[in-house]
C-alpha cells in the first residue's frame, strides 16, 4: 500500500509539471515567422542624408544672401552690400568644399571661379538695373548664358550622372528665378520681391536633390 501511495503521488508532480509548463506557454506570445518580422524602423541618419541636407542647406543660402547683396546694392546700402557679399562668397567657398571633399583640390579650386563668375555677372546685372544701363544688362545676361554651357560641361566631366543640358536647365531656371528678385527689388515690388524669393529659394532643391542623388549613385559606397 505505502508503494502504491509513493507511485500516485509521483504521477501527481509529473502531472504538476506538464500543467505548469502548459501555462506558461499559453502566456508566451507566438513566435512570428522570419519573413513577417517588422524591420527595424529607417533611419536618416546616413551619409548619402547629409549630404543631401548640405546641399540644400548651402544653395538656399546662396540665393538668400545673393538677394539681400542686391537689394543692399539697389538701395545703395553700401556697408550692407559689402558685410552681404562677404557672407555670400564664403557661401561660396563652403560650397567649393563640399565639392572638393567628393573630387578633390583641383575640382574644388575649379568650381569656386566658376561660381564666383556667375555672381559676378549677376552684380553686373544690378549694377546695369541701377544706373538704367540697358546695355550692361543684356550683356551681363548673355554673360550668364554662355556661362551655363562651361559650368554644365564642367559638372558632367566630374559626374557622368549628370548630362550637361539637365545641367544647363537647372542652373539656368537658378538664374532667371534670381533675376526675378532682382527685377523686383528695382522696381520697389516688396510683395513680387518676396514671392520671387521663396520660388528662387525653393529652386534651388533640385539642384542639391540632382547633384546629391548623382554623386551618391557615383560613389556608393563613400555614403553608405
Keep these: 500500500m505505502l508503494r502504491g501511495l509513493r507511485s500516485f503521488q509521483a504521477q ?3 502531472l504538476l509539471v506538464v500543467v505548469l509548463s502548459l501555462a506558461a506557454a499559453a502566456c508566451m506570445p507566438a513566435a512570428t515567422p522570419a519573413a513577417t518580422r517588422t524591420p527595424p524602423p529607417p533611419t536618416s541618419a546616413t551619409k548619402a542624408a547629409d549630404l543631401r541636407v548640405a546641399l540644400n542647406r548651402l544653395l538656399q543660402e546662396h540665393v538668400v544672401l545673393a538677394a539681400a547683396a542686391t537689394g543692399a546694392a539697389l538701395g545703395k546700402r553700401d556697408a550692407e552690400f559689402k558685410a552681404a557679399a562677404a557672407a555670400l562668397d564664403a ?3 563652403d560650397l567649393s568644399k563640399a565639392v572638393g571633399s567628393v573630387y578633390g583640390a583641383n575640382a574644388e579650386k575649379e568650381f569656386l571661379h566658376l561660381w564666383r563668375e556667375h555672381i559676378d ?9 541701377a544706373t538704367k544701363d540697358k ?6 545676361i548673355a554673360d550668364l548664358m554662355a556661362y551655363l ?19 544647363v536647365n537647372l542652373v539656368k531656371e537658378h538664374v532667371l528665378t534670381l533675376k526675378a528678385v532682382i527685377d523686383a527689388q528695382a522696381a520697389g515690388d516688396a510683395n513680387k520681391t518676396y514671392r520671387s524669393l521663396r520660388e528662387a529659394a525653393a529652386h534651388m532643391q533640385k ?18
Design 12 to 14: 501527481k508532480g509529473w
Design 91 to 93: 557661401n561660396s567657398v
Design 121 to 129: 555677372f549677376v552684380v553686373e546685372y544690378t549694377i546695369g538695373l
Design 135 to 140: 546695355a550692361k544688362q543684356d550683356k551681363a
Design 149 to 167: 554651357e562651361e559650368f554644365g560641361k564642367f559638372l558632367n566631366s566630374a559626374n557622368p550622372n549628370l548630362p550637361k543640358d539637365a545641367v
Design 207 to 224: 539642384i542639391a536633390d540632382a547633384l546629391a542623388e548623382a554623386i551618391v549613385k557615383q560613389f556608393p559606397d563613400k555614403f553608405r
